[in-house]
């Protein structure tokens, strides 16, 4: 009987196909699996693939018994979309500053860089439907070579773990 080790980790690049004028969306998908009691999923997805994650919980669940197991998808910044800025919460930002200017009799003009580097103040314009169905489709398709390649290096642990029991 071969050892598998818990201890894990795959890296896959794709491209999926996209309409309009740009041809293809590339994107990274990487998975992470490190010893635990349980099979414990954790998924860090772009927006609006929520129905992706299900389709991917259930993927795993059939292809892995336990393991605290982590699975990336990011979109390559090279391929992204134009990059817009969320109006909200700059707009939000700016007129919680001028209230605290105007109460406090202060003076001084907010900083647009340090606007700019608020979390969520930079974000890709929406995608459209069409590109995220086309997405998720090319993630499903490129799951099981992922799982394949989380598999092999399992193997190779768990064969290095058998090697150092055995000499002891």
Request: no cysteine; hydrophobic share 40%; charged share 25%.
């Amino acid at each position: 009987m071969s050892i598998s080790s818990m201890t894990g980790y795959a890296r896959l690049q794709a491209r999926a196909p996209l309409r309009g004028e740009q041809n293809q969306l590339s994107y990274t998908l990487t998975i992470k699996s490190v010893n635990h009691r349980f099979l414990d999923l954790q998924f860090r997805l772009p927006n609006g693939l929520d129905a992706l994650e299900m389709e991917l919980r259930r993927i795993l669940k059939e292809n892995l018994v336990r393991g605290h197991v982590e699975l990336s998808l990011s979109i390559d910044r090279a391929a992204q979309q134009k990059t817009g800025y969320n109006r909200e919460l700059v707009a939000g930002y700016l007129a919680a500053f001028s209230s605290a200017r105007t109460e406090n009799k202060l003076t001084g003009e907010p900083d647009l860089n340090a606007v700019l580097r608020m979390p969520g103040a930079l974000q890709p314009e929406n995608r459209s439907d069409d590109d995220l169905s086309s997405l998720a489709a090319s993630v499903l398709e490129q799951i099981p070579l992922l799982l394949d390649q989380l598999k092999i290096m399992r193997a190779r642990e768990g064969n290095a773990l058998e090697t150092i029991l055995l000499t002891l």
